[in-house]
């Protein structure tokens, strides 16, 4: 069975310090990965996607940057925080074509910028 | 723009008897919707999604109703359970969406015994 990890689960960085979330997916071979951030109290916002090595889609402008070195890793970078990067970040995968399929969520990582 | 948004922030159901939670969305164009489960902490967990060629689709205790004419989708939940007890996502994909599900806000589902 297909298993997603995320860490850390929880993270507590100070303004302008880098950031670096990992990702990685088991019992799939060439999933669509995505990072999705959550405020408190809403729902999801997509911010990249990838449907393969070295190939990601940015779905809004902001400070962070995604990475896919290998086929079931996917980093979330950032050089330097800002307050408003706090929030709850989520990674998924998915095994269909584009949208139109199950996207299956890691735990997450709750991210605290000060 | 586009949106996906939710009538109600938060249900309350005594435990036993059925929940209906609510979804509009406004792009007509939108072929592809889900619901997910997101408990307190936790990354959301799919439950059940339906294509814009179908109105209704049932899954274990769980029914998606599809109404394209008014651009309205429910969940219901059947015998709700304290398990249930969660924040409930609707979420939608068009043609012209790639590979973003757009997702409303959430409506939080209580379950009291």
């Known amino acids: 069975s297909q298993t997603i990890h995320q860490w850390p689960a929880t993270l507590v960085q100070p303004v302008g310090s880098p950031l670096s979330l990992e990702c990685t997916v088991e019992?799939?071979?060439?999933?669509?990965l995505y990072w999705y951030r959550q405020a408190a109290g809403r729902g999801l916002q997509l911010l990249f996607y990838s449907v393969g090595i070295g190939q990601i889609s940015s779905e809004v402008p902001q400070n962070l940057s995604a990475s896919r070195p290998q086929d079931r890793q996917f980093i979330l970078s950032s050089k330097k925080l800002l307050l408003s990067d706090s929030g709850f970040y989520l990674c998924?995968?998915?095994?269909?074509?584009?949208?139109?399929?199950?996207?299956?969520f890691g735990p997450g990582t709750r991210l605290t910028v000060t | 723009g586009e949106s996906v948004g939710l009538h109600l922030p938060t249900l309350s159901v005594q435990e036993g008897d059925n929940s209906i939670i609510n979804c509009a969305y406004s792009?007509?164009?939108?072929?592809?919707f889900i619901w997910y489960k997101q408990e307190s902490g936790k990354g959301p967990q799919f439950i059940i999604d339906?294509?814009?060629?179908?109105d209704k689709r049932q899954g274990q205790r769980v029914t998606v109703l599809l109404n394209k004419t008014v651009k309205h989708l429910s969940l219901q939940i059947a015998a709700t359970q304290p398990g249930d007890s969660a924040v409930y996502f609707c979420?939608?994909?068009?043609?012209?969406?790639?590979?973003?599900?757009?997702f409303g806000k959430g409506t939080s589902l209580l379950v009291t015994p």
């Open positions: 019992g799939t071979s060439n999933p669509n």
């Open positions: 979420a939608e994909n068009s043609p012209n969406s790639g590979y973003a599900l757009n």
């Open positions: 998924a995968w998915s095994g269909l074509a584009g949208g139109k399929g199950e996207q299956y």
């Open positions: 792009n007509s164009a939108s072929d592809y």
């Open positions: 339906i294509r814009s060629n179908m």
